[in-house]
């Protein structure tokens, strides 16, 4: 592929990265009381460290998990039962545009347990109103058991009001999750300091190794385990801890940021303003660098990203895509985008990008759509006249 732009997907490995998770290729369980155990061990420990200086946490705050998708729904099922111990808190607060990790995850314990699951509403640009969140909590804060507010959407960039909600959260006693997959590495996180519950962070977003990512969770928040084992990871998550994995995601973790994102997509903002509406920019007022949407109005998003893959330029439907299959996009939805929620293309950039790869996607757009339109144009053959 000679064009990456999908980093809001999974990031290149970084070399850093990679050279750390090479040498810490020891052939030992860290749980292992042997010497090469303990080597392990000792890996694990020191990536723990890193991660937790990196996003401002405490080491002992830092649980390992195999992505941020578990890390989602450790968080969100997880704090909601242990909130369930004491009094009866059936209410889970999420946006309407989060991450199908803990979207899912509300709907199985609305199904399964009996969770009342309220989705705030967003504006056209994508973002949650403060007062819609000071309203619900006013209504139920007493029976909330948890929020969730996505930091950024993995498909748009816009960054959600998190710390107005730990604050209004905060009167009623409400812990506050937050999935940081999109923010880690592009913007500072001070986790300490924002007041959050806690955090969701994925290695493979920031150019680390795939499967291992970590739940940032404060030592005084509820939290019960969803899985059954041994309990490596503070009790909390069970499973071997990778410890090469650790190691590239600490080395990660320490590399990410540093890159001007948003000027690197300068020039694709200006080629979409001179379209003459061929294609829009969906960029909110408020979102994280490094990721535009744009909608291209009677074009199909798989259409067109199938065109640009054959450009030899890679970018993701904004539409949501579970298992391969491409659908309607839930976020595009809840902006009220109607057929456009078909039509979004999401570009992301990261480390390894390039001017040239937005030149080259410049470049390419305008051939794309206008193939795209063609063949949305001919009519599709009748029943009959099918051989």
């Known amino acids: 592929m000679a064009v990456y732009l999908d980093y809001a997907a999974s990031a290149p490995l970084r070399p850093e990265a990679g050279e750390a998770w090479a040498a810490a290729c020891v052939p030992a369980n860290p749980s292992s009381v042997h010497a090469p155990g303990r080597a392990a061990r000792a890996t694990v420990e ?6 937790a200086r990196a996003f401002g946490a405490d ?16 968080a969100l099922a997880g704090i909601f039962h242990a909130r369930q111990v004491d009094a009866e808190r059936p209410h889970v607060l999420i ?28 504006a056209a640009d994508g973002i949650v109103a403060v007062e819609t969140i000071a309203r619900v909590l006013e209504r139920h ?22 710390d107005h909600a730990v604050a209004l959260a905060g009167i009623h006693g409400v812990p506050v999750h937050s999935d940081w997959v999109q923010v880690a590495g592009k913007v500072p996180c001070d986790f300490d300091a924002s007041g959050l519950a806690a955090a969701s962070i994925s290695s493979h977003k920031i150019g680390g190794p795939v499967g291992v990512g970590a739940l940032l969770v404060r030592r005084d928040t509820p939290l019960v385990p969803v899985t ?20 590239g995601f600490a080395a990660a973790a320490l590399a990410a940021g540093g890159h001007d994102l948003e000027a690197l997509l300068a020039p694709l903002d200006a080629a979409v303003a001179r379209s003459g509406g061929a294609a829009i920019c969906r960029t909110p007022p408020a979102h994280v660098p490094g990721t535009r949407l744009i909608t291209v109005p009677g074009c199909s998003a798989e259409v067109l990203t199938y065109l ?20 309607p996009s839930h976020v595009l939805a809840a902006m009220g985008l109607g057929d456009e929620a078909t039509s979004g293309l999401r570009i992301s950039v990261g480390w390894g990008s ?13 051939r794309v759509i206008e193939i795209a339109r063609a063949a949305a144009a001919v009519p599709s053959p009748r029943e009959g006249d099918r051989r």
Do not use: K, M, W
């Not at 996505?150 to 748009?156: H, R």
């Not at 059954?228 to 190691?247: I, K, L, P």
């Open 354 to 366: 390039t001017s040239r790869d937005i030149d080259a996607l410049i470049e390419a757009l305008p």
């Open 308 to 327: 640009l893959d054959r450009e030899g330029i890679a970018v993701s439907a904004g539409s949501a895509c579970t298992a391969g299959v491409v659908g």
């Open 228 to 247: 059954g084992g041994g309990g490596q990871e503070r009790g909390v998550r069970s499973g071997t801890v990778d410890a090469r994995g650790a190691a």
């Open 141 to 162: 804060g007493g029976q909330i058991a948890v929020i969730s507010l996505i930091g950024a959407n993995n498909e748009t960039g816009a960054a959600q009001p998190v």
């Open 59 to 74: 080491s002992a705050e830092v649980v390992f998990t195999s992505g941020g998708t578990e890390a989602d729904a450790l």
């Open 46 to 51: 020191a990536a723990r460290e890193t991660i």
């Open 95 to 122: 946006s309407a545009v989060e991450h199908h990790a803990i979207g899912h995850t509300a709907d199985i314990l609305a199904a399964r347990h009996g969770a009342t699951v309220t989705r705030l509403p967003v």
